[in-house]
């Protein structure tokens, strides 16, 4: 009677290879929640111009708006079947971003007709059913990647190339928001390497601090105390109230040293917007750093010490290399940390894609808005996605 | 080989080691015993500058190791420890290279060395070396360790409680591995332990340390004879006494000069009377023959001579 526990084993096998993931039913409500969306909410709105209020407009039918918006319901309808088996899953996602587009694809069409004859100042933008419908495609499509562990890359791989061919076709060159990225080209690229330049700075600034201190926290544990309470306390101040705190102290340094202000240096503009930023760098670099120092267990520290390693030696072969996947946690959390707060630097003149944000805020003009948000998500995903690779080989070196 | 002269060391007002004065002649293994806490630790990790003493001096071939370059130092002792800290991210082959890169070997020399030791630690060279620690078992790590101690073939050993952590079957392989290790190699062996029947197995001389202070040293022999009172007698434990003797006096010294007879069970000539012992407990006898061995004629060993008073 011994095979029959392999027989049963092997049926139980199967039925499960077979059964549908647990995420099969949500990634299904999501779904069918996104391809119902835009029919309830609203696809398109039009403005007289671009600070006026958009109005619901029907969706204009034309052939090419018909085939895609039926693509989009396809691909909606495959999310939802492939989601049911688990080795499909990768399929399921690659679906929601081929919804996406379309849909994106469909509401650039509708808006070109719908702009035809009507004023030069006019604007087309998604209405809010489209939003609603992407946000639950991107849910699907994070659902789909966790069952199977992972990140939903090819979701926003494939999202982006099909926007990139949309774009690159001159399909969405007709909304509101093109329109508006169009007319600001040069101040939207320079916002952006500002942003960059305050987001590095401030983390560059922030390693170069908090490095060298958490090596000597290592050995003095008074340091540490003093390192985790500074970098704790400076948490539980607003970053506005911060970079308002510093303004007087800047402000009397670059009068004090009038040299400094060609350095761009003074009460407000990049320099306390770095400043302000790097000192919440400072506790997941710190705390990060200090952990990292100390995967290298005690014992094989001993041991180390013990057959004549020196202290530099200790630090170069074990200390780095076995806590170097830790630390560069503590930098990813910072980088995306920094990308954040750079946007609060244009308060104080500092400029960045918080600039264009804030701008748009005064305008109540939503467009300008995103322009602002969108490149800060995707620099932060960026950076979060180029650490995690990085902390992931780091680890596997091991 | 190691002296320890009126050593102590004092962290604030408490005393780990008061007062040592020790000699461990070259090529011997001194054993350390003393329950936790009791400064062994800390005697030992002076001998390489791990602990630097308050007062008193530590002298390795006659030179105080005060004056040595602590890292120059600690190259030249091996240093094996309870935790073994093999380096998590480098092979086996390069754990034990560690000493001899340090010291500048070239790499043909380090790799014939690697793979020396591994065979004498009793492991298969072609198998282990290019190993990561957490692919060996804690009896495999250890022995790793005591490879990577004796890498440089240093001429002093210091082994810090190496076998405690190993479950009973493992650390007696270890322990037998060490001796053999020893016999070969002649190497010097500072060991602590707190384990008594580990002590009796490996000393040539022993160490006993209470509350940081030298309470008795000598042969295993000679201490458990005088150990009737005191520290000593509670570190051996008092209902095992006798028993801990008995491994340290040889059975032929009790045999009497009679032909053995053949049916009885047979004790090779170098057991001790606890062996004896426990062969007859094993085998129900109250008789064991030993054969004639060396100088020895041979005789028979009665059960009525074990427990007649010494």
Request: proline share 6%.
């Amino acid at each position: 009677m011994e095979p029959q526990p392999v027989a049963v084993l092997h049926a139980t096998e199967r039925r499960e290879a077979s059964a549908a993931p647990r995420e099969a039913t949500a990634v299904a409500v999501l779904t069918a929640l996104a391809a119902l969306a835009p029919f309830l909410l609203g696809f398109l709105s039009v403005a007289p111009n671009r600070l006026l209020s958009p109005r619901l407009v029907p969706l204009p039918v034309t052939t090419a708006t018909t085939l895609c918006l039926g693509l989009f319901l396809v691909a909606c309808l495959a999310v939802m079947l492939l989601a049911r088996r688990a080795p499909l899953l990768n399929w399921a996602e690659a679906a929601a971003a081929l919804a996406l587009c379309s849909l994106v694809a469909v509401i650039g069409l509708a808006a070109r007709e719908a702009l035809q004859g009507a004023s030069p100042v006019a604007r087309a933008a998604p209405a809010a059913g489209l939003w609603v419908a992407m946000l639950l495609l991107a849910l699907a499509a994070g659902c789909c990647a966790a069952g199977r562990s992972g990140t939903p890359r090819n979701f926003m791989a494939l999202s982006v190339l099909g926007l990139a061919v949309l774009w690159a076709a001159g399909a969405l060159a007709d909304l509101s928001l093109a329109r508006e990225a169009m007319a600001r080209g040069g101040e939207i690229r320079l916002a952006f390497w500002q942003h960059l330049a305050l987001a590095g700075g401030a983390l560059f600034l922030a390693l170069a601090v908090a490095l060298p201190l958490s090596l000597l926290a290592l050995r003095r544990s008074r340091v540490e105390a003093l390192l985790m309470a500074v970098a704790n306390g400076f948490q539980v101040i607003p970053s506005i109230a911060l970079f308002g705190l510093l303004m007087g102290p800047l402000a009397a340094l670059a009068a004090w040293a009038p040299a400094l202000r060609g350095w761009g240096i003074g009460g407000i503009g990049p320099a306390p917007a770095v400043l302000g930023i790097s000192t919440y760098l400072l506790l997941p670099l710190a705390s990060a750093f200090l952990a990292g120092l100390r995967v290298a267990s005690p014992a094989v520290i001993d041991a180390a010490r013990g057959q004549g390693l020196t202290e530099g030696a200790i630090l170069r072969q074990l200390r780095l290399p076995l806590g170097l996947g830790v630390m560069a946690g503590g930098v990813r959390v910072a980088a995306v940390q920094a990308i954040g707060l750079a946007t609060l630097a244009a308060l104080i003149g500092g400029g960045g894609l918080g600039a264009l944000v804030f701008q748009g805020i005064g305008q109540l003009a939503t467009d300008l808005i995103l322009l602002g948000v969108l490149p800060v998500v995707a620099l932060s995903l960026l950076a979060d996605g180029g650490c995690a690779a990085l902390q992931a080989a780091l680890e596997r070196r091991r | 080989m190691i002296r320890f002269e009126g050593v102590s060391r004092r962290y604030g007002e408490q005393v780990a080691v008061d007062r040592v004065t020790l000699e461990v002649p070259r090529g011997s293994i001194c054993v350390l015993l003393g329950e936790s806490g009791s400064g062994k630790s800390t005697l030992m990790r002076m001998v390489n500058r791990l602990v630097e003493p308050s007062a008193g001096r530590v002298l390795v071939d006659g030179r105080d190791v005060a004056g040595a370059e602590p890292e120059a130092l600690r190259r030249g002792i091996g240093y094996v420890i309870q935790s073994v800290g093999l380096f998590p991210h480098w092979r086996v082959g390069d754990n034990i290279a560690t000493v001899p890169r340090l010291l500048g070997w070239d790499a043909a020399r380090v790799a014939r060395r690697v793979d020396v030791l591994l065979d004498l630690v009793g492991l298969d060279a072609a198998l282990f070396r290019d190993r990561f620690p957490h692919e060996l078992s804690g009896g495999q790590a250890q022995r790793v360790g005591l490879a990577r101690a004796l890498a440089a073939d240093p001429p002093l050993l210091l082994m810090d409680e190496p076998f405690s952590a190993l479950d009973p079957g493992t650390r007696r392989g270890l322990q037998s591995a060490l001796r053999e290790i020893h016999a070969e190699t002649g190497k010097t062996i500072l060991f602590v332990t707190h384990d008594v029947e580990e002590a009796l197995t490996l000393a040539d001389t022993l160490a006993v340390l209470d509350q940081g202070r030298l309470v008795a040293q000598g042969s295993s022999a000679s201490l458990l004879q005088e150990a009737e009172k005191g520290p000593v007698r509670r570190i051996f434990g008092k209902e095992s006494l006798a028993f801990h003797r008995l491994a340290t006096l040889p059975a032929s010294s009790l045999a009497r000069p009679e032909d053995a007879r053949q049916d009885l069970p047979m004790l090779p000539a170098d057991a001790s009377l606890k062996q004896a012992l426990m062969l007859m407990l094993a085998e129900g006898s109250a008789c064991l023959a030993i054969p004639a061995e060396g100088a020895f004629p041979g005789g028979t060993l009665h059960w009525a001579d074990l427990v007649a008073p010494r």
